[in-house]
């Protein structure tokens, strides 16, 4: 099975700094397809998942220019360019090698302002 | 506008069953891929399954096979969970979500309590 591993787990930020949080995979998460099916969560307290970022880099509709996707094959990246307050909470990643079989998620990187 | 709308929280005992609703609207129920997500109190997110609204076909995480059964109503555009055998380790708020190649639409989630 894939596992995803997000790193830092926990990241303290300055207002207007920039924040980046990794998702490396145990495999590549080339689909088949020629797809790569990973996406980025936003979980805000007490609220459900947001999506951020679909397919490795697009943002999501009504998602911040500040919030961008990178990566390839087992290595991934969420970038945040300018932190605002709105952006705390937990992000997760997500995969989908077997989609749309099934999806495993990262452990969650918890954002808060120092 | 595309809503997700699940049922009302629940209690209930070791042993029961639960059976979660999540009623879309706004877009053609029938063409996208639901998704079933649990999280337990102060955990992560844990995938649990998917249903194909259209054909029925289910798809369901192996630790889970033999106790989740998904299933829909194409005529109110409703999908459903249902989990049986349930544990207090079963606790936990349950999600659906509209699968476009991603979680794009989440409901507002169901939070099920296992306590005797």
């Known amino acids: 099975d894939v596992v995803l591993t997000q790193t830092p787990l926990s990241a303290p930020v300055t207002l207007g700094q920039p924040a980046s949080i990794s998702c490396r995979s145990s495999?590549?998460?080339?689909?088949?397809?020629?797809?790569?099916?990973l996406s980025w969560l936003l979980q805000r307290p007490g609220q459900p998942p947001r999506l951020l970022i679909y397919?490795?880099?697009n943002r999501f509709s009504g998602v911040p220019d500040r919030f961008s996707g990178s990566g390839a094959g087992t290595d991934f990246t969420l970038d945040i360019s300018r932190v605002e307050a709105e952006d705390v909470g937990v992000y997760y990643c997500?995969?989908?090698?077997?989609?749309?079989?099934?999806?495993?998620f990262g452990q969650g990187t918890r954002v808060e302002i120092k | 506008q595309v809503q997700v709308v699940q049922s009302g929280a629940e209690v209930k005992k070791p042993g029961a069953s639960v059976k979660v609703s999540c009623k879309t609207s706004?877009?053609?129920?029938?063409?996208?891929?639901i998704q079933w997500v649990r999280q337990a109190p102060g955990q992560g997110l844990e995938w649990m399954g998917r249903?194909?609204?259209?054909?029925?076909?289910?798809k369901y995480a192996q630790k889970f096979q033999g106790r989740v059964t998904m299933t829909r109503d194409t005529s109110i555009r409703t999908a459903y969970m249902e989990l049986s055998g349930l544990r207090s380790d079963d606790t936990a708020v349950y999600y659906c979500?509209?699968?476009?190649?991603?979680?794009?639409?989440w409901g507002q989630g169901t939070m099920v309590t296992v306590s005797s």
């Open positions: 979500a509209r699968d476009r190649e991603a979680f794009d639409v």
């Open positions: 706004g877009y053609t129920f029938t063409h996208y891929y």
């Open positions: 249903i194909h609204p259209d054909s029925g076909d289910t």
């Open positions: 495999q590549s998460l080339v689909h088949s397809d020629g797809n790569t099916y």
């Open positions: 397919k490795i880099s």
């Open positions: 997500t995969q989908a090698t077997q989609f749309p079989q099934s999806w495993t």
